[in-house]
């Protein structure tokens, strides 16, 4: 099952397909894979599971140019979603787990919006539904006041990044979910790597 290989007209989402997904992202040094619906890059709207472990590192990005809305949904595990304003300052956060009724199950956040997610469980499903054509050039802007998860350094900086850079990403998150109060609301233990 390759993400980049074209789908069937009718697919089912069931754990069968998400557990191959996460073991594929369980290899994967972004330590998150996301399997594809949509039959192109050029599809309008793409639609995809986005699995995630928990140590993964989501650089705080917006989708501007060209303006994109973004809808999650949460089909298991639990995460921490946030909304950041213009200068990084956290805006809210909202904790979104696939079971527990006292959280919501997704969230749907209009064009323009600075955010990020943190996998609060040991891993975590979400199906996920924007608009394309997706175009690696203009899909993302990245918050230059958060630091770059290492492949988009390299990627975008056209240079190896600093021997800190993971630590760097840990260190942000963590200041992230403590900013927002997460380890309490969530029920996280702050002496593990969320």
């Not at 989708?63 to 999650?72: G, N």
């Amino acid at each position: 099952m390759n993400a980049n290989e074209p789908q069937p007209s009718v697919q089912l989402i069931h754990g069968a397909l998400w557990n191959q997904v996460l073991e594929d992202a369980r290899k994967s040094p972004r330590r998150r894979k996301n399997y594809n619906f949509h039959t192109s890059m050029e599809d309008n709207p793409h639609r995809f599971l986005n699995v995630m472990l928990r140590d993964t590192y989501i650089t705080p990005h917006r989708h501007l140019y060209p303006p994109k809305a973004e809808s999650f949904l949460v089909l298991e595990g639990r995460i921490a979603f946030f909304i950041l304003d213009d200068a990084g300052e956290l805006v809210r956060t909202d904790i979104l787990d696939a079971t527990d009724a006292a959280f919501a199950r997704g969230i749907d956040i209009a064009p323009g919006i600075w955010h990020t997610m943190i996998v609060l469980s040991e891993h975590a499903v979400c199906f996920e539904v924007k608009p394309g054509p997706y175009q690696p050039s203009d899909d993302k802007e990245f918050a230059d006041w958060a630091p770059l998860e290492t492949e988009l350094y390299v990627r975008i900086r056209k240079s190896d990044p600093p021997a800190d850079q993971e630590a760097r990403c840990r260190a942000y998150r963590n200041d992230l979910l403590n900013r927002a109060g997460v380890f309490a609301q969530a029920n996280v233990d702050p002496g593990r790597n969320p």
